[in-house]
């Protein structure tokens, strides 16, 4: 049974002597198999057991049940020394009340909840939980950055309406969040940045953003090594916008004409805006169809709509520098009319975009993480408070592998 129960524990290197059952609560006996440690004064070997100390701490539950080991942190006497020491258990720190996949587990968590119902629900108090959150950012952070080569810059408003913003800072290769900064001001991200250190800094060699004149002077200033460069869904959120405003106008026009046309144009451009916006080929035949209808009602919007298609191909199909530019270059000079604001602004950002083509650099994963971001934001805990937002923010990235 003790060896069934090890199985399940499932903590490697760790075996459960004995258990008992009660009711609601499972205690298990647990000791290390080794029979020595290795006195960390002067790293001598050493089986000579000095004494034991038990200690209560919670672990995962199983079945439902709450889970109770009894750890022996044994003690040895170091015979080249003579000194007692207690032997390393690396999956419960010295002194903790729980283990570290525990306290793991129940920050994880706080990403669909608050405080209040996680301690409620695991049966602890909100200072025990607290207190795990603390332990478990200690241990994961400052968050390791020696990897860090692509950097994507993004914002995201916590709070709808205000005009506030978060800066949101995420390795483009892991996926996953490095950084927060509580406002879209220069000196607030060069101060985030520059905590990570020159040479972090100088490793970077390409930093990602949406078309702001701020973060291309941060990146500009503070990444010596990197080039910059501005992610393609950008452009075409702008481009979009004003294909969009193009389609709206049409109300006007419409305005202008006998009640025969005029009710034929409202109708072609009620409700296509998403028909307009999406890719050609990926239409339904009943979308297809509806397509055509503005079209014929509306020749600006069709030459529009097919400039949308051109610029999305272009995108899409370059496969160097030079292609790409030379085709953005000519699709500049044919759009310039009909996309007076995309045109101005992909002149103006214009080397950060060609640069697409070299590095094919997407902000997708972006969106994904503030979508998680404005979760947590959601379940309330810690946002008043930004640093601690921030640490827990961070900690989900390190908890949890996957953005799923
Ligand atoms: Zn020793």
Not at 202 to 224: F, H, R, T, W
Request: with cysteine.
């Amino acid at each position: 049974m003790e060896l069934e129960l090890t199985e399940v524990l499932n903590i490697p290197g760790l075996v459960v002597e004995d258990y008992r059952n009660l009711g609601q609560e499972l205690v298990l006996d647990v000791e290390l198999e080794t029979a020595h440690a290795t006195c960390y004064r002067c790293g001598e070997v050493s089986n000579h057991l000095h004494q034991n100390h038990w200690s209560l701490v919670r672990d995962l539950p199983l079945s439902n049940r709450e889970v109770w080991l009894r750890v022996n942190r044994r003690q040895f006497k170091c015979k080249n020394c003579g000194k007692p020491f207690s032997e390393e258990l690396d999956f419960v720190e010295k002194r903790k009340k729980y283990t570290n996949r525990y306290a793991s587990q129940i920050i994880e968590q706080l990403i669909h909840s608050d405080l209040a119902n996680v301690a409620k629900n695991n049966k602890l108090t909100e200072s025990q939980v607290f207190s795990m959150l603390s332990h478990v950012a200690s241990q994961v952070l400052p968050i390791n950055l020696s990897g860090l080569k692509r950097l994507g810059i993004d914002e995201i408003s916590l709070v709808k309406g205000q005009g506030k913003f978060i800066v949101v800072l995420v390795d483009l290769d892991s996926g996953k969040l490095v950084g927060l900064v509580k406002e879209k001001k220069k000196k607030s991200i060069e101060q985030v940045l520059l905590s990570w250190g020159q040479e972090i800094l100088e490793q970077i060699e390409e930093v990602s953003m949406d078309m702001a004149k701020i973060y291309k002077s941060v990146a500009g200033n503070l990444c010596p090594n990197a080039v910059i460069t501005v992610d393609r869904f950008h452009v075409a959120k702008i481009l979009h916008e004003e294909l969009n405003q193009g389609r709206i106008e049409q109300k006007k026009i419409a305005q202008e004409l006998q009640t025969e046309e005029r009710e034929k144009m409202l109708a072609s451009i009620k409700g296509c805006k998403y028909i307009l916006l999406k890719r050609e080929k990926n239409l339904s035949e009943k979308q297809s169809e509806k397509l055509e209808k503005i079209k014929e009602a509306s020749p600006k919007v069709a030459i529009m709509h097919e400039l949308k298609e051109e610029f999305t191909q272009i995108f899409d199909e370059s496969n160097n520098v030079g292609e790409g530019t030379f085709k953005l270059l000519n699709w500049l000079e044919k759009a310039a009319p009909f996309f007076q604001k995309t045109v101005r602004t992909i002149k103006n950002w214009f080397g950060e975009i060609v640069g697409y083509f070299e590095q094919r650099t997407t902000q997708g994963i972006v969106e994904g993480i503030n979508n998680k971001l404005k979760l947590i934001k959601r379940s309330g805990f810690g946002f008043r408070n930004f640093d601690c937002f921030e640490k827990r923010s961070l900690l989900v990235w390190r908890l949890t592998d996957s953005l799923a």
